[in-house]
Structures are given as structure tokens and as C-alpha cells.
């Protein structure tokens, strides 16, 4: 009987034991499943960057002695960026999301910057070195030392304020700079609380959009405008005397939803953000296809400063190791399209008709006007329209 007693004790003391380890296996599974929910890569509140020259970027996507922040693939940059786009670092910068190629870690100048914050009167917000960007659950934050702002101020104080003169309704989880170059703020129920997407400056890049009333602007001079009846217009001197230098001639009044597009494959088109019809492609796209897997391709369209919309490629490739050498085709930026090959309109020979000059000579200019067209086109792969 009393042996009986022993093994029955053992049989529940060996139950409970077990109890006690399925329990704590389950609260570190579901604990695991809870935290893996937010990107790895993920920007926590409280990280900061600094404005510095001599702070240095490691492998690591997050540092938060870094001057800027990584997306995971480490294709692109969001945080300060010299303002001057030369090897001299001058001590002044701006906010910007750029292209981080893998040539481009030495020197501003092989960065391509695709977006920038900006002011008011759409020019570059500039910041000096000691300057920090802070995510708090309030939104993105600017600290700037007090003696930047007055020179003869020896008080050590900072002025803090938001970086898009916003603060957001609810508050923020994390941040993250993502590879397909948006940079987004999301709150604890993974909702986009700000994202640098719906913001625009001089760039698009494949996944977003021009929605109507939104333009890219560059110079204070040229503006990209989504009109909102449709029609994609580049005006030239938009603050004073709006002259249209380039229209895509879709304006109507059933095309009041009509947006700019630009896929991966670099596809720019307008379509029926309610419907999805396409209403006019600008470009073909890629037909052709990459199989080596360590090249990344990536294309953005952006308003030059002479008022041209031109599309480009940028072919990437990825650094496996510390130990790969950068590869010399990698980094090269290759125009595919652009709006003035739909420049050479009939209308533009009026004038000369209109002098009473020579027919002949309108002819000679129209064959150069032609010829120029088809020899820009022997050299990419995309058509005008």
C-alpha cells in the first residue's frame, strides 16, 4: 500500500511538472508570435540620427549613431544627406530619401536623391551638422542645437520640433524605410500614419501615384500637374504666366479620376483610380527579364530642372558580402523615355509658315525634328506613346 502511495505521488508530481513546461513553452510561442508581427528591420520609437560628418553607417539597417536609415535590402536611404552633391562635406543638409548604391557609400555625388523635404515655398529644408531626427509616438521630431539658430546664443538648450510641421492623430509603433523607397510611420494596428509616398517632390517611383491636384515641382519654375480633369500637364513658369511646355492630351470630363502611374517594370501610364481603366500609356514597360537575382532594377521618373519629365532605369547590384567589389556596370543611370520625344508636333512649324518662310525650310526642320526622334529611339526600348 505504501508503495502504491510513492508511485502515485510520482505519477502527479510528474503531471504537474509537465503542465509547468507546456505552459512556458506556450507563453514564449505566443510571445514570439507577437513581437515578429512588426518588420525585423523595423525603426523603434526612441531611435534618433544625427547630423554629422564624421558619423559612419554600419552593415546593421538600424544604428542609431548612423546618419541615416536603411531599408532592409539596403537599397535606400532615409535621413540627412549633404546639401552640397560633392565630396566636401560642408557641415549643411537635407532630409531625403536617396538611392544607396553600392558605389554611391564615398561620394553625395553617385547618390540619386528621390525625394526631399521641403518648405513652404518648395524650397529644401536645410540643416546643420548636430541636428537629429527622433521617431517618438508623437511622429518624426527635429532637434536642432539653439546656437545654430542664434550665433551669439550660449544657452545649450534644443529646439525640438515636428519634421512635417504635423503630429500625427494617433500614436506612431514604428518606423520603416522600405525597398520599394517609401519611407512610412505605422501605429500599433499597423495602419500608415505618414508615408513619404503621398508626398512628391521631383521623383515617382513604381508603386506610386500622381493623384489629381498633385504635382512634382523643381526650380519654383516647372511643375508636373495630375489636372484635375484628367490631362497631365508640365507648365512652365506655374507661378506667373502658366504656360503648358507638355501636355499627355487626355483632358476630359469623364477622366476627373485620372492618375499617374509607374510600375516595376518601368509601364508609365494613366488610368481610372476608380475603375482602373487605362486611359493612356506613356510607356511601354520592360519586356525583357533579369535572371541574375543579385541585380535589382529600379525605375523612377523625375521632372529635370529644364522642365523635362524623363523616365530612367537604375540597375543595382546587391552586395552579397563585406567581400564583393562593386560591379562597374552597377549604379548607371539610363534614360529610357522622356517628353520631349513628343515635342515635334506640326503645330510647331506654324510659326515659320506663318513668316511667309519657305515651305522647303519647314520641311528641312520637320526631317530634323524626325530624324532626332528616330535616332533617340534606336538607343532604348521604350516608344513615345
Known amino acids: 500500500m505504501i508503495i ?14 509537465l503542465s509547468i513546461v507546456e505552459s512556458s513553452t506556450l507563453f514564449n510561442s505566443n510571445t514570439t508570435t507577437n ?6 528591420n523595423n525603426i523603434t520609437i526612441g531611435s534618433t540620427i544625427v547630423a554629422s560628418s564624421s558619423s559612419s553607417n554600419s552593415n546593421q539597417s538600424v544604428n ?4 541615416y536609415w536603411l531599408s532592409p535590402s539596403g537599397i535606400f536611404a532615409f535621413g540627412f544627406h549633404p546639401l552640397c552633391s560633392c565630396d ?4 549643411q543638409y537635407k532630409v531625403a530619401i536617396w538611392i544607396n548604391k553600392p558605389s554611391s557609400s564615398s561620394s553625395p555625388r553617385n547618390r540619386i536623391v528621390v525625394w526631399s523635404l521641403r518648405l513652404a515655398n518648395n524650397e529644401e529644408a536645410v540643416y546643420y551638422s548636430g541636428s537629429s531626427i ?3 509616438q508623437n511622429g518624426l521630431f527635429i532637434i536642432q542645437p539653439q546656437q545654430q539658430q542664434d550665433p551669439n546664443s550660449t544657452s545649450i538648450t534644443n529646439t525640438v520640433k515636428p519634421l512635417f510641421n504635423h503630429i500625427l492623430g494617433t500614436a506612431a509603433s514604428y518606423g520603416l524605410m522600405k525597398d520599394d523607397g517609401n519611407f512610412v510611420v505605422y501605429n500599433s494596428e499597423l495602419n500608415i500614419m ?7 517632390t521631383d521623383t515617382i517611383l513604381p ?24 490631362n497631365l500637364e508640365i507648365i512652365d513658369d506655374y507661378l506667373v504666366e502658366w504656360k503648358i511646355r507638355w501636355e499627355s492630351k487626355t483632358r476630359s470630363k469623364e477622366n476627373c479620376g485620372t492618375v499617374l502611374n509607374l510600375d516595376t517594370t518601368g509601364r508609365m501610364y494613366l488610368d481610372n483610380q476608380f475603375d482602373g481603366i487605362v486611359i493612356k500609356n506613356l510607356t511601354r514597360g520592360e519586356s525583357r527579364r533579369i535572371n541574375d537575382t543579385t541585380i535589382s532594377m529600379i525605375y523612377r521618373a523625375k521632372l529635370e530642372s529644364n522642365g523635362v519629365l524623363r523616365l530612367y532605369v537604375e540597375s543595382i547590384k546587391k552586395k552579397l558580402s563585406d567581400t564583393d567589389t562593386d560591379d562597374e556596370s552597377s549604379g548607371k543611370s539610363i534614360q529610357v523615355w522622356h517628353s520631349r520625344c513628343m515635342v515635334c508636333k506640326k503645330s510647331n512649324l506654324v510659326p515659320f509658315i ?17 530624324l532626332s526622334n528616330w535616332l533617340r529611339n534606336l538607343s532604348r526600348v521604350y516608344g513615345c506613346c
Not at 566636401?88 to 557641415?91: H, I, M, S, T
Open 4 to 17: 502504491n502511495s510513492r508511485a502515485f505521488f510520482l505519477f502527479v508530481f510528474s503531471l504537474l511538472l
Open 35 to 40: 513581437s515578429s508581427s512588426i518588420p525585423f
Open 64 to 67: 542609431s549613431s548612423s546618419r
Open 88 to 91: 566636401d562635406d560642408d557641415g
Open 134 to 136: 527622433l521617431l517618438s
Open 194 to 200: 505618414w508615408q513619404s509616398f503621398d508626398h512628391p
Open 207 to 230: 508603386g506610386q501615384t500622381l493623384k489629381p491636384g498633385k504635382s512634382l515641382v523643381v526650380n519654383d519654375r516647372y511643375e508636373l500637374i495630375m489636372q484635375k480633369n484628367g
Open 354 to 370: 506663318g513668316l511667309g518662310i519657305l515651305p522647303l525650310f519647314a520641311l528641312v526642320v520637320a526631317l530634323i525634328c524626325w
